[in-house]
T-cell receptor
């Protein structure tokens, strides 16, 4: 089967760095997505990792270790607008865009 | 990125009535669309996969006769919640993709907040 685990909530201070972890179990691996979702809105794409290592994109970076079934999203120079839920997702076995989502991590950024 | 438009953004309906939600890909042809449901403070749960010109594939536990999906063209898929009940109140979100390759990004609609009273 497939399962995704990520912390439910995190808090951080404006200007700081925060790391959101995600562990997964899948019967096959077709990459891992991170999405940002503000309350009442649809998710927006942040990153896609299919190979091991760190991918940096501005203030956001995403890391993947396939052998450990582990990924993290790193947010630097936090801003108030980064307060949102961050969803880790992997494709269903055999597909790329049919996604199974983790429960999401609600990040609260405080002044 | 590509644009997926979902309509309506909010709808309130009476128990027992049906509600149709539209999902349109505005600037690309979506061979596949996905319908998700999200309850408060929970993550997105895939309901069904909609393929243009063929029957939708439903996930386990999702009633196909209650959640009717039609994907009649490469730019439009509709989800009809039939005989809606209060427990169907949820946030429904579609996503669309024009490709099936690795890393092909799926684009999400704005979501529809359904409230059944």
């Amino acid at each position: 089967g497939q399962n995704i685990d990520q912390p439910t909530e995190m808090t951080a201070t404006e200007g700081a760095i925060v790391q959101i972890n995600c562990t997964y179990q899948t019967s096959g691996f077709n990459g891992l997505f991170w999405y940002q979702q503000h309350a009442g809105e649809a998710p927006t794409f942040l990153s896609y990792n299919v190979l091991d290592g760190l991918e940096e994109k501005g203030r956001f970076s995403s890391f993947l270790s396939r052998s450990k079934g582990y990924s993290y999203l790193l947010l630097k120079e936090l801003q108030m607008k980064d307060s949102a839920s961050y969803l880790c997702a992997v494709p269903f076995s055999g597909g790329y865009n049919k996604l199974i989502f983790g429960a999401g991590t609600r990040l609260a950024v405080h002044p | 990125g590509a644009v997926v438009s979902q309509h309506p953004s909010r709808v309130i309906c009476k128990s027992g009535t049906s509600v149709k939600i539209e999902c349109r890909s505005l600037d690309f042809q979506a061979t596949t669309m996905f319908w998700y449901r999200q309850f408060p403070k929970q993550s997105l749960m895939l309901m069904a996969t909609s393929n243009e010109g063929s029957k939708a594939t439903y996930e386990q536990g999702v009633e196909k006769d209650k959640f009717l999906i039609n994907h009649a063209s490469l730019t439009l898929s509709t989800l009809t919640v039939t005989s809606a009940h209060p427990e169907d109140s949820s946030f429904y979100i579609c996503s669309a993709t024009g490709g099936a390759g690795e890393g092909t990004e799926a684009f999400f609609g704005q979501g529809t907040r359904l409230t059944v009273v």
